[in-house]
């Protein structure tokens, strides 16, 4: 009896053709050109990805309008059913797809699987949200009857971050198609081959031409943005991306609606009150050292430590991350994998050389660790201590595994360090006095505080950001909303008695 050997992550690549998803098709790029993705981990080619052009694009969009007249007729029932199905192929394909993501991006399998599974609460959750939307009627003038209905705005383009690669491309797109408008989505050009088999299991759950998956880089992304067909875009990634679009959308001559989740230099504010080890827990797991290498936007970056309890905290948290197993993200032991590029290592190792540069105390990391593969692109978590405000690592955004630690014992300061930067994401605020943690959330120019908590996300819950960190609101309501045009309906109502006379032939008193 032959016995069927266990897959590895590696057997679903190897041998695999990737292709992007246009109008129910599985195609290449239609001049042929793919660019060879990297595994993290080793720095050795890993699968050809296709590079479309602004034709294949325009075919993807081509391919959304046709199918937007049959999707946005469909009931919101009907659409939750291609929910329903879509949820169970992510479930039959949930280690093929973490498998995936950890060769992909470097994130460790263990925290890909868990991404796979935050998809299906989304998947779930959109559907009766959606159900529950009403318009409203509107007392604006006595004797007529002012009302909203809503409509989809037809095309909408999306282009992901490489983060969390499966979960973005899962999950960012559902609010738009349940609300009844098709789609086109562009993951980021260093993690598309999750995002392509996604594609597949799209298709397989709704109507041709409702998900179209194009992949790329600039190009594709260009041509989406500037595309007037495309009246709704919407993106998550860097400031710098961010501000192209808006003006390359505004450049090309049609009027779009954009959101965007941009980047984070969040603070996280520690009162003197708190226990120190779960203090020291919630930075370290607000940093998201264990799941995506620090590469995150809601990331707790600043740390901003009361003297009172600083150098026990500091003492605590570098040797807490000095026990990180930092490992090739496919292995089951790895607790960080290592950075998505070599471009980017060499960006964040840019700022680990200003933090030294520039006086702050290097408590753990700030090198590539021991005993990791010669080729990957690694880095030990990092942490600074005595950060001070004007340093380049308390005011940019490294997007990578390096927490700066800064002591403060005056409210008001701490108030002003906390808001002093261009971004404006999210918060934490750890005490247990909660009179102090509202009034402190009140005073913080983010759009996301948590108290006690960090980095975690709750479907519902408007998620998004302030100042230079986008503009929008995901995961709620207000998410729904942003994809649907308003409508109103006006009627100039009759005097009743009229409307009675003329029923009965000019004789409204006869019997």
């Known amino acids: 009896m032959e016995t069927k050997m266990e897959s590895t992550p590696e057997s679903h690549v190897e041998g695999r053709e990737f292709l992007m ?107 009766p949200l959606a159900q529950a939307l009403t318009g409203e009627v509107i007392p604006a003038s006595p004797g007529n009857l002012h009302y909203t209905s809503s409509r989809p705005y037809g095309v909408v383009g999306r282009i992901t971050a490489f983060n969390h690669p499966l979960m973005f491309a899962a999950t960012r797109p559902l609010a738009s198609l349940i609300t009844g408008n098709t789609l086109v989505l562009k993951p980021a050009p260093q993690t598309s081959l999750s995002t392509l088999v996604l594609g597949e299991l799209f298709d397989q759950a709704f109507p041709a031409g409702v998900v179209n998956v194009i992949s790329g880089g600039a190009e594709p992304g260009d041509a989406l943005v500037s595309d007037g067909r495309v009246k709704r875009i919407a993106f998550t990634g860097s400031v710098p991306t961010g501000l192209l679009i808006q003006r390359r959308a505004a450049e090309s001559g049609w009027v779009k609606h954009l959101s965007l989740e941009l980047g984070g230099k969040n603070a996280m504010v520690i009162f003197p009150d708190v226990d120190v080890e779960a203090a020291v827990d919630g930075a370290i797991f607000g940093m998201n050292f264990n799941v995506c290498q620090g590469q995150s936007c809601g990331s707790n970056s600043r740390v901003l430590v009361h003297r009172g309890i600083y150098d026990e905290f500091v003492q605590r948290a570098g040797e807490a991350l000095a026990r990180t197993r930092v490992g090739p993200a496919a292995e089951e032991a790895s607790e960080m994998g290592p950075l998505v ?29 021991e005993g990791v593969p010669e080729g990957g692109f690694f880095l030990a978590p990092t942490m600074f201590a005595d950060v001070a405000p004007e340093m380049k690592i308390a005011r940019e955004e490294i997007f990578g595994p390096v927490m700066s630690v800064t002591p403060w014992d005056d409210y008001e300061g701490m108030i002003e360090l906390a808001n002093g930067v261009d971004l404006g994401l999210t918060a934490s605020i750890w005490t247990h006095d909660l009179d102090l943690a509202h009034r402190t959330a009140e005073r913080m120019d983010a759009g996301y505080v948590w108290v006690n908590d960090s980095t975690r996300h709750y479907f519902g819950t408007p998620f998004g950001g302030t100042k230079n960190s986008g503009i929008g609101r995901e995961e709620s309501v207000e998410e729904l909303r942003s994809y649907l045009e308003t409508r109103v309906v006006h009627t100039r109502l009759s005097d009743p008695g009229a409307a009675l006379e003329r029923m009965l032939g000019g004789d409204a008193t006869s019997d």
């Open 341 to 369: 590029s070599a471009q980017h290592l060499e960006r964040v190792n840019g700022f680990v050389a200003a933090g030294r540069s520039e006086g702050a105390t290097l408590v753990t990391g700030g090198e590539r660790p």
């Open 21 to 127: 998803t246009i109008g129910g098709e599985r195609v290449a790029a239609e001049d042929g050109r793919v660019e060879v993705t990297v595994d993290p981990s080793t720095g050795q080619p890993l699968a050809e990805v296709p590079q479309a052009s602004a034709a294949d694009v325009g075919r993807a969009i081509e391919a959304a309008e046709a199918a937007f007249p049959a999707w946005a007729a469909t009931s919101i029932e009907e659409r939750g059913e291609c929910f329903r199905r879509f949820g169970e192929l992510l479930v039959e394909h949930r280690e093929e797809l973490a498998a995936l993501d950890a060769l992909d991006s470097g994130n460790p399998i263990k925290a890909m699987r868990l991404d796979v599974m935050i998809s299906l609460d989304y998947v779930k959750g959109w559907p």
